[in-house]
Each structure stands twice: as structure tokens, then as C-alpha cells.
């Protein structure tokens, strides 16, 4: 039996935040993570795939999670967070990862090419969280979210209930004050919003971290209704 084939990591680049699916290495919504996805080498050879880590400036990689195929959730199997409830990731600090493939007869193969990520404050959204607006009565929503730590840009995500874009605009930041607010009433500063058809919507604010490819951080979401 030929030994494993070599795994290829899916990169990112600051043009995959502003996608209508995100791709690659990057940060997650839903907890302190980093999101890691690999291709498939397609083989049936192949019994599991193996994740190794080691945090900025350490000596040493560590095997932080094999996924065997046999019990991996179908699409689950060339993807893994890095959850800091379980790993305890540290904010403003690089990880460094790397994928191998272990074929039946337990033979590991090639690391991947070495990516890297670093996680800056989550931005901690106010409001709106459920309420509703009528745009001919009061207008759409003005949105309120907080910076701990203020990034240069940041990126607006508004998605219907479908999970499906209506908008991803990226802006600078207002370096006066961590509390910052976004009017979807001001044309000026938003001129390709489309128009809201009555609904439920879901927003999200991204950090853009310093190295603009590499770092970053996204919000939980909240929703506003459109009547």
C-alpha cells in the first residue's frame, strides 16, 4: 500500500472575510476558535486525519485532534475548530497548525504547509437583539456593538434568515470611542445597502486584526425584524 498522499490546508486572505461563505483558516462567531479546513485526498486508503498546533514561539508541535472517517459527521471530516474552551487560546498570540493523513496499515504521512492564526477581542454587539422596525415608520435599525481593543477596519455582515448575504460592507473604524455605532439609515456612509423585505435578519460585527489575513476576530450574532 503506497503511503498517505499529502494534505493541502485551505488558506485565507482578507477577500475570503467579505465572501458569501467563508473560507479557510479564520475565526468563528460561535466561540474564542480558530476554524481549520483541509482537502480531501479522496482515498479509501486513508483512516484518519490528524491536527497539530503549537502556540507562538514554542518549540515543539502537538497532536491536538485526530478525526477518523469511519465515525466522522458526513462534511465533518476535512474541517475542526480549535475551541478555546477546551484548548484555552490565548488573545493577540499566533498558533501555528499543520495536517497529516494516516492511511489503514498506520502509516502517517507529509505535514501540510504550516498556517497560522491569531485571535484578537471579540467584538461584544449591544443591540438591536430582537427588535422589530417598520422602515416607514422609524427607519431600519441603527446598530450597537463595543471594541475592546479598536481595529483599524471591521466588516459589517447581515444575513436573512436563510443564512444567505444581504450585505458585507468593511469600514474604519471610529478611534474616539470602543462604543461604535452603525446607522443603516445613512446612505452616505452605507450607498449599496439593498433593500430589507419584511423578515427576520441576523448581523454580526468582524475584527480585522493587524496582520490582515492572519488575525481577527468575529461577533456572536444578534437579529432585528423587518416588519
Known sequence: MPDPGDVKMVEHTAADDTLAIERGIDAVPESDGIFLAWYSLNDRNISRYNIYRKKEEGTFYQRI?????????????????????????ELNTYYYYYVTATNTESVEGLPTDTLRYMLVDKPQLDRPDGESFDPEVNGLPILFWNFVEIPDLYILRIEN?????????????????T????????TETISDLPDFQPGVYKWRIDAIGPDEDHSGAESNWKVFIIE
Do not use: C, W
Open 65 to 89: 485532534k485526530s478525526i477518523d472517517l469511519e465515525t466522522a459527521a458526513p462534511g465533518r471530516d476535512t474541517t475542526f475548530v480549535d475551541d478555546n474552551a477546551e484548548s484555552g487560546l
Open 179 to 186: 462604543y461604535q455605532t452603525m446607522d443603516l439609515n445613512d
Open 161 to 177: 434568515s436563510f443564512d444567505q448575504v444581504h450585505y458585507i460592507g468593511i469600514f474604519q473604524s471610529d478611534y474616539d470611542n
